[in-house]
């Protein structure tokens, strides 16, 4: 009973401020390739306007719920390719992928290995859709879709700046085009 005493000094508001920030808190490391079974577990329930991300080391973590960090700590490569071939196998998703624009200007001179990695990043990306925005932009529209959807970040232990990968799920059995005759017969119904 003197235990439960010393709680009820405690202020309820403290107490669920406490809960509510460990139910907030998304970020953990996941040892060996338990990074894949989340992948795969979270492309099943993920959709369109979903993100995965595989990001370089430097990549902060950050605080908004719906935004789950995960360390991989795997090649940045091997991350990439799981990535693309488990959304490739997804029937439900597909990707619009977008890269940092700041890549293009990073020098091997600076960066010793940046261009094979842009080299390697081309040939596994092949002919995808692919946007380059600046980072921060990019970081904006993650933000942005992390106020109502999921989020999953693989954080790996690549060491080269502007390398994160940044993959927004989209619906694979259905398009704009599907969606703007839908539209226009909804319409020409009124």
Known sequence: MSNLKGLRCFPMAVI???VLLCLGCSQRIISGNAWED???EDLLLFGHRNWIVVADSAYPKQSRPGIETVAANKD???VLASVVE???KATHVKANIYLDAELNYVSDENTPGVKQY???LKKMLGSQNIKELPHEEIIYKLDEAAETFNILILKTDFAVPYTSVFFELDCGYWNAQKERELRQSLSAEK
């Open 16 to 18: 669920l401020t406490g």
């Open 38 to 40: 989340k992948l795969n």
């Open 76 to 78: 940045h490569l091997e």
């Open 86 to 88: 488990s959304i490739e």
């Open 118 to 120: 842009r080299e390697q």
